[in-house]
């Protein structure tokens, strides 16, 4: 499970997480914060390279499912176009690192299912912040309650 996360705090700081799983068990997990002014899209992707590099590593041919609640992540590894927004640089490399890995399947799957990953990315944030874990998952969880209601009422002007 793959998760990335980037927040203003005023300054975007940007952590990715991944958790590898095997029937329901941890097998191993890994993480970084990447600085301040980083983009989520910057955190995401990198995250995704890091993660390809640990399965080539690590996997020795067995069938892995890269799984991460980023749909237009999975999608672009997939094949289809990358968004206008996603770092073409980063989206070539993950790209390329994933055609090593014939074992490697690629999922979407539903944020609540993402849960380990990410805890795992705001517990990094968390401490690189030097904030309590409770606190960071307060103040995200703030922050994406306001993004959600700015968008709502953004459709709602348009659609007015």
Do not use: F
Not at 2 to 30: C, K
């Amino acid at each position: 499970m793959l998760d990335a996360l980037a927040e203003p705090t005023p300054t975007q700081h940007g952590t990715w997480a991944l958790v590898i799983r095997s029937h329901g068990q941890t097998l191993a997990t890994d993480q970084a914060y990447l600085g301040a002014d980083v983009s989520y899209q910057q955190a995401l992707w990198t995250g995704a390279i890091q993660a390809l590099h640990r399965i080539e590593a690590e996997s020795r041919g067995v069938p892995v499912d890269l799984c991460t609640d980023d749909h237009a992540l999975a999608q672009t590894l997939l094949g289809h176009p990358a968004p206008s927004y996603a770092p073409k640089a980063l989206v070539r490399e993950a790209r390329e690192l994933l055609s090593r890995l014939p074992s490697v399947s690629v999922r979407w799957i539903h944020g609540t299912h993402n849960k380990p990953a990410d805890d795992l990315s705001v517990t990094t944030w968390a401490e690189a912040l030097g904030k309590s874990v409770e606190g960071a998952r307060a103040e995200i969880d703030a922050i994406r309650e306001q993004r959600r209601a700015e968008k709502k009422q953004r459709r709602s002007s348009v659609a007015g």
